[in-house]
C-alpha cells in the first residue's frame, strides 16, 4: 500500500463536478474514477451474461472477504481477519452480543456521550431483547478510563467523534479496557480512511466500520467487522445466518459456524454494491496512510487558523490539538444550519449536525490549500453579509 512516488491530492481519480469544493467525505465519500465503468461490466458481463453462474464464475461468493481483506490493509488487520457485509449497525449489533457472550457474569456496556446514537440505539434495543439484567452506562468521553471496573463486560466507543472529530487514543484505552477485564469494540466509521489505525497493534478484541465515507463506497456501500484471529473460534455469532454457516450449501438443519471471520457473515451479500466498494478502494493504490494523515494535519490547521482569523462569530467545536481531532473540522454558530444551507448554496458542500454544529471534513486524496482558502473566502461573504438569512436556507428537509 505504500509508494513515497504518489502526491496528495490524487484528484484526477475521483469524479468531482465542476466548481464545487467538496468538505463532506466524511458523511459520503466522492464517486470514484473508475466505478461506473466496473459496476456497468458487472451487471452486463457477469450477472447479463453469466446469470447465477456469476456466484462461481466471478467470485462473487468470495468478495466479502476479499474486499474485506483490502479494507484491512487501511485498518491494520491481518489478512483473512476483516469480512464485508450488511450495515454498520448490524455488525455493532453482531459484535456488542458476542462481546457479551465472551463475559458472562457481566453486566455493563459502557460507551460515552460522543458516541454515535446508532451504537447506543443498537446496545439499547440489544439489552431489552435479551431482558438479562444488562444495561448502558454513557459517561463523559473523558470519563471512560474511570468508568472502568469489574461489572463492566464490554467498552464500546467510536474513536473519531462524529461531531466534534474529537478522536481516542486507542492503543491506551484498549489496555485500560483490558486490563480491567472488560472487551474493547472500535466503532471505526470516522477513522477508517481518514487517519492511520492499527486494530492488531492495539490488540482489540472488535472492530467495526462503514465505507461510504472516506472510503468512498457509495451511499449504502457494505460495513466491516473484524475479529482478533486468536478469539474467533469463540465468538458466538447472535445472527447466525446462513452464509455464516460453515458448509453453507450442504444446507444443514442447525447452525454450525464457519472457522474462521467469515463466521459474521449473515445473509446474501450485495454483490452491486460490494463490486463498487471494491473499485472504489483502487484510489488507496500507492498512497501512504501517514502521508494521508500529515495532509490532513496541515489542511484542518489552515482552516481553524483562516476561519477564527476572519469569521469570529463562529466557535471551534473540534480539539484545538491535532493530536486528539481526526479529519474534520467543527465549528458552532446560532444560526448554523441556515449558514451550512448558504454555504452549500455557494458550492461549498459541508453539514450541519444539531443543535448547532457546522462540520468540515479534509480528506487530502482531493482537498488542497486553494480549496480550503476559496472555501473560506466564502463562508466569510456568507457570514458577512448575512446571506444565510433567507427562508430558503432554513427549510429542512428529512437530511439535514
Not at 488487520?77 to 459484535?95: H, R
Not at 501517514?290 to 476561519?307: D, G, K, N, P, Y
Request: one cysteine or more; proline letters at 6%; glycine letters at 8%.
Amino acid at each position: 500500500m505504500k509508494d513515497i512516488s504518489v502526491t496528495l491530492p490524487i484528484k484526477d481519480r475521483f469524479e468531482l463536478p465542476e466548481g464545487v469544493i467538496y468538505l463532506d467525505g466524511n458523511s459520503l465519500g466522492p464517486l470514484p474514477k473508475g466505478v461506473r465503468t466496473r459496476v456497468a461490466e458487472m451487471m452486463t458481463q457477469e450477472w447479463g451474461r453469466h446469470l447465477i453462474r456469476g456466484w462461481n464464475a466471478d467470485d462473487w461468493m468470495g468478495q466479502p472477504l476479499r474486499v474485506g481483506s483490502r479494507v484491512g490493509q487501511l485498518i491494520g488487520a491481518p489478512e483473512g481477519t476483516v469480512v464485508m457485509g450488511d450495515t454498520l449497525s448490524i455488525k455493532v449489533y453482531q459484535a456488542l452480543s458476542a462481546a457479551l457472550k465472551l463475559r458472562p457474569g457481566r453486566k455493563v456496556i459502557l460507551s460515552d456521550s460522543g458516541n454515535f446514537p446508532s451504537d447506543l440505539y443498537m446496545a439499547q434495543g440489544l439489552i431489552a431483547q435479551l431482558d438479562q439484567g444488562y444495561q448502558l452506562r454513557v459517561v463523559a468521553p473523558d470519563d471512560v478510563a474511570q468508568a472502568l471496573n469489574d461489572e463492566v463486560a464490554v467498552a464500546m466507543l467510536t474513536q473519531v467523534d462524529y461531531r466534534t472529530g474529537r478522536m481516542h487514543d486507542m492503543q491506551m484505552i484498549t489496555a485500560q479496557v483490558q486490563a480491567a477485564g472488560a472487551v474493547m469494540l472500535w466503532d471505526l466509521a470516522h477513522s477508517a480512511g481518514a487517519v492511520p489505525v492499527d486494530v492488531a497493534g492495539c490488540g482489540c478484541e472488535f472492530a467495526v466500520g462503514c465505507t461510504y465515507k472516506y472510503l468512498n463506497g457509495g451511499p449504502g456501500a457494505p460495513a466491516f467487522i473484524y475479529v482478533r484471529p486468536d478469539i474467533t473460534e469463540q465468538v458466538q455469532p447472535a445472527l447466525a445466518g446462513w452464509l455464516g454457516h460453515d458448509a453453507p450449501f450442504a444446507f444443514e438443519a442447525t447452525y454450525r459456524p464457519a472457522q474462521d471471520i467469515e463466521r459474521m457473515r449473515v445473509g446474501t451479500p450485495p454483490v452491486i454494491q460490494m463490486t463498487a466498494l471494491e473499485e472504489a478502494l483502487k484510489v488507496w493504490d500507492g498512497i501512504d496512510m501517514s502521508a494521508v494523515r500529515a495532509r490532513s494535519i496541515a489542511l484542518c490547521e489552515l482552516f481553524i487558523e483562516e476561519v477564527e482569523r476572519r469569521c469570529p462569530d463562529l466557535h471551534l467545536a473540534s480539539p484545538r490539538d491535532a493530536s486528539m481531532r481526526g479529519s474534520q473540522v467543527s465549528f458552532a454558530f446560532e444560526h448554523g444550519y441556515a449558514a451550512m444551507q448558504a454555504l452549500i448554496s455557494r458550492g461549498v458542500i459541508g453539514d450541519f449536525r444539531a443543535p448547532d454544529i457546522m462540520r468540515f471534513g479534509f480528506t487530502p486524496l482531493y482537498v488542497d490549500e486553494q480549496d480550503v482558502r476559496r472555501a473560506v473566502d466564502i463562508l466569510h461573504e456568507v457570514l458577512v453579509g448575512q446571506l444565510w438569512d433567507a427562508p430558503e436556507f432554513k427549510a429542512t428537509g428529512r437530511v439535514t
